[in-house]
């Protein structure tokens, strides 16, 4: 399919530069476009890599950033920017607006064919975008089963897929069912696999610093998700030549995205 290409990009958000990570597919078409969300750690190699595979597979792909171009690797500083984030949907949303507007006057991209992916906290601001009601084909995430302001669910109009890990004490049988009722009753297109026996951000390679409790890859687990997202994209967001999921050569891209960065 050619070579993609990637740069960097800022862009303000949350009073802060954010710094992206833009893959463009080979050629010089408008392309289908991803809006890809990281872990409340923020933007690592682990979503570069992943916006880099979207791209060969024919989508415009942007890694947005959560943090103003920080990883947080330590678990107390993480979770005192990211608590505070997830309980307010306002700034979510003006995170994942922010990326959104980058991505979509990108030339590359198809600005009425794009879709969500995020994982974690960059999942729970693609669904915010999503109840805020952004034109998107569709809203995939992992370990993001949060729920949202009475009613708003109803301006969600794609389909939404989310994972879970059935070992998750972070996201609780208790919170899949408040967030399944929540979609349920707005009438949303949805979706939820359960991935049994896995942990909170099973999808994610080991890192080399402390994480909080309830956190454990599962590498059979991280691969089946990433096809499952895959699948998505390829159902709500079809692209000419994209190979199917099951391709020998896409699993290799699987494992390669489930490398240690």
């Known amino acids: 399919m050619g070579t993609i290409t990637t740069r960097t990009v800022e862009y303000p958000a949350d009073g802060l530069t954010m710094i992206g990570h833009l893959a463009l597919p080979a050629g010089v078409d408008r392309r289908p476009a991803v809006l890809l969300g990281p872990e409340g750690m923020g933007l690592s190699d682990v979503e570069r890599r992943r916006a880099d595979a979207l ?7 942007l890694a947005f950033d959560l943090h103003g171009g920080r990883y947080l690797g330590a678990p107390e500083e993480m979770l005192a920017r990211c608590i505070p984030l997830l309980a307010d949907p306002d700034r979510m949303r003006g995170i994942g607006h922010a990326a959104l507007d980058v991505l979509r006057i990108e030339p590359r991209t198809d600005p009425d064919r794009i879709a969500a992916v995020g994982y974690g906290t960059g999942g729970a601001v693609g ?3 999503g109840r805020a009601g952004a ?3 569709a809203i995939g995430t992992v370990n993001a089963l949060t729920t949202g302001r009475p009613g708003e669910a109803a301006r969600i109009r794609c389909p939404v897929w989310a994972g879970v890990g059935s070992q998750d ?11 399944t009722a929540e979609m349920q009753a707005a009438g949303v297109d949805w979706r939820l696999t359960v991935y049994g026996g896995a942990l909170h951000a099973f999808h994610h390679p080991p890192v080399d ?3 909080v409790p309830g956190v454990g890859y599962h590498p059979e687990h991280a ?3 990433w096809r499952d ?3 998505l994209l390829a159902e709500c967001l079809p692209v000419t030549a994209v190979r199917p999921s099951c391709d020998p050569e ?8 489930t490398r240690t960065p």
């Open 209 to 211: 610093h402390p994480t």
């Open 250 to 257: 896409l699993g290799q891209e699987i494992q390669d995205l």
């Open 55 to 61: 791209a060969e597979l024919g989508y415009t792909t």
């Open 135 to 137: 034109n998107l084909r």
């Open 169 to 179: 004490p972070i996201m609780p049988p208790a919170q899949w069912n408040a967030f």
């Open 127 to 129: 669904l915010e975008l």
């Open 223 to 225: 691969q089946r998700a």
């Open 229 to 231: 997202v895959v699948n």
